[in-house]
């Protein structure tokens, strides 16, 4: 069974929570996700008037680079797939019905 983010000590569960607040970064020409904008952590560990903070990016780095080494995972499976199915789909003979 898959933990949720109950199942995790209150400082990793503050953690999870900033980390969603920071907004996403998107390649606009490949579409690919880069990341999360982390400029705005300052001003949001200011506003949620956050205790400690070296701790909670702390957590929030683990787990992006979880995130990001789970959707590369993803990325490469896909192309290996779209790969193998160039290869079968080079390799086909088509053959027509011509009769005389």
Do not use: C
């Amino acid at each position: 069974m898959p933990l949720s983010h109950s199942d995790f000590p209150s400082e990793v569960q503050v953690a999870f929570f900033m980390f969603s607040l920071l907004s996403d970064v998107w390649d606009g020409t490949s579409g690919m996700y880069m990341g999360k904008d982390w400029s705005s952590v300052d001003f949001l560990f200011r506003t949620y008037e956050i205790d400690n903070p070296r701790d909670t990016i702390y957590f929030m780095k683990l787990y992006e680079r979880q995130l990001m080494s789970q959707r590369a995972e993803e990325i490469e499976k896909k192309q290996k797939e779209e790969e193998r199915k160039a290869k079968q789909n080079s390799g086909k003979q088509y053959t027509h019905n011509v009769q005389r």
